[in-house]
């Protein structure tokens, strides 16, 4: 059987640890995704970036489907899911730089990453964008776990071991609409 690459919890302690946070802030998330505190098409995009990141297929497809919703365009969700920032707004693409590199570190950003990001948002967005980082990470791992849950007790038959998130139906990020 081949080896399962996506991302997925450390351990218990991770799980139970990001999930407790989470708990202890679901106003907070309740109200970032019902658009409250940042922009839907900023929060689509800060999630398709991580989500990209940690190849979560599933958040990719919701995600996918939601940003088109919300008014992101096909070409730029596209570019989002192969790493390319070039269609993504100006102004939120320090943000989205950031994202990626959040999730790269899985949750460990440089300082200098940091003080770039503190420079272009005041502290109530800068904690809305990491609630939304971690909440998606959460929810990426979730998925994968299911994912590689799924992949072993099939022998590697079902699941997805890597190889990049799919969108809407399983197509590739470049046959979306």
Request: charged content about 25%.
């Given at each position: 059987?081949?080896?399962?690459?996506k991302?997925?919890?450390?351990?218990?302690?991770?799980?139970?640890a990001?999930?407790?946070?989470?708990?202890?802030?679901?106003w907070?998330?309740?109200?970032?995704?019902?658009?409250?505190?940042?922009?839907s098409?900023?929060?689509?995009?800060?999630?398709l970036?991580?989500?990209?990141?940690?190849?979560?297929?599933?958040?990719?497809?919701a995600?996918?489907?939601?940003?088109?919703?919300?008014?992101?365009a096909a070409?730029?969700?596209?570019?989002l899911?192969?790493?390319?920032?070039?269609?993504t707004?100006?102004?939120?693409?320090?943000?989205v730089?950031?994202?990626?590199?959040?999730?790269?570190?899985?949750?460990?950003?440089?300082?200098?990453?940091?003080s770039?990001?503190?420079i272009?948002?005041?502290?109530?967005?800068?904690?809305?964008?990491?609630?939304?980082?971690?909440?998606i990470r959460f929810?990426?791992?979730?998925?994968?776990?299911?994912?590689?849950l799924?992949?072993?007790?099939?022998?590697?038959?079902?699941g997805?071991?890597?190889?990049?998130?799919?969108?809407?139906?399983?197509?590739?990020?470049?046959?979306?609409p």
């Amino acid at each position: 059987m081949k080896p399962f690459h996506k991302r997925t919890f450390r351990g218990p302690g991770q799980f139970l640890a990001e999930g407790g946070y989470l708990l202890r802030r679901a106003w907070a998330v309740a109200r970032l995704l019902r658009g409250n505190g940042l922009e839907s098409g900023l929060r689509e995009r800060l999630f398709l970036a991580v989500t990209q990141v940690n190849q979560c297929r599933t958040c990719a497809w919701a995600h996918t489907r939601i940003a088109l919703g919300e008014g992101v365009a096909a070409d730029e969700v596209r570019a989002l899911l192969r790493r390319d920032l070039e269609a993504t707004p100006e102004a939120e693409r320090e943000a989205v730089l950031y994202a990626q590199h959040w999730a790269d570190t899985d949750g460990r950003p440089d300082a200098e990453a940091v003080s770039r990001l503190a420079i272009r948002y005041d502290a109530d967005t800068l904690d809305r964008i990491h609630l939304a980082l971690r909440f998606i990470r959460f929810s990426n791992y979730l998925g994968n776990l299911t994912e590689h849950l799924v992949f072993r007790i099939t022998f590697g038959r079902l699941g997805d071991a890597g190889g990049g998130p799919k969108a809407p139906g399983g197509a590739a990020p470049d046959e979306l609409p």
